[in-house]
T-cell receptor
């Protein structure tokens, strides 16, 4: 299995508070991605990174920001959490863009 | 543009075969297939690339029809462990990002 972890695994927070989710990999892969998954739906891309300090927006990026200061870490920040951001968040890594992705265990976030 | 998967759900008995389809409205560079069990992360199964390069899973095969912009996943002699939701992810160019379908839920019964 690819060495990829996410923290925290579960979080409950209040509306309006900032939240940061962490993705850590030990594979030294260049590409990293953040997705959200809602019940009955597939994975929707929030942001992705193609190298240290190189990031770009995905299809559902509003209300989210990311940072990647080291190859192994990719942080997702909800600037001011809203109830619509209650979801399961998955981080993924890939050795090459447009190729297979390996997913972390996920973070279940509840915004009350 | 999100790919369309069909069927949405399928129920099988052990030993039966299943086919899951994934269609795109745009030209495809690659198609990825993943299986997700309830409460777990998606797990990579198979990748099909334009031009024919393929990496795969030992008991599952797939096809990629570039002209029809479609891919199909074939699960033969299904086992209980095949149960889960199958997602296809499509990429439209060699520098593009994956877009995932809404998934096909497969249930294998004894």
């Amino acid at each position: 299995d690819a060495g990829i972890t996410q923290s925290p695994r579960h979080k409950v927070t209040e509306t309006g508070t900032p939240v940061t989710l962490r993705c850590h990999q030990t594979e030294n892969h260049r590409y990293m991605y953040w997705y959200r998954q809602d019940p009955g739906h597939g994975l929707r891309l929030i942001h992705y990174s193609y190298g240290v300090k190189d990031t770009d927006k995905g299809e559902v990026s509003d209300g989210y920001s990311v940072s990647r200061s080291k190859t192994e870490d990719f942080l997702l920040t909800l600037e001011s959490a809203t109830s619509s951001q209650t979801s399961v968040y998955f981080c993924a890594i890939s050795p090459r863009d447009a190729y297979e992705q390996y997913f972390g265990p996920g973070t279940r976030l509840t915004v009350t | 543009q999100q790919p369309v998967q069909s069927p949405q759900a399928v129920i099988l008995r052990e030993g039966e075969d299943a086919v899951i389809n994934c269609s795109s409205s745009k030209a495809l560079y690659s198609v990825h297939w993943y299986r997700q069990k309830h409460g777990e992360a998606p797990v990579f199964l198979m990748i099909l690339l334009k031009g024919g390069e393929q990496k795969g899973h030992e008991k599952i095969s797939a096809s990629f029809n570039e002209k029809k912009q479609q891919s199909s996943l074939y699960l033969t002699a299904s086992q209980l462990s095949y149960s889960g939701t199958y997602f296809c992810g499509t990429v439209n160019t060699n520098a593009g990002k994956s877009t995932f379908g809404d998934g096909t839920t497969l249930t294998v019964k004894p």
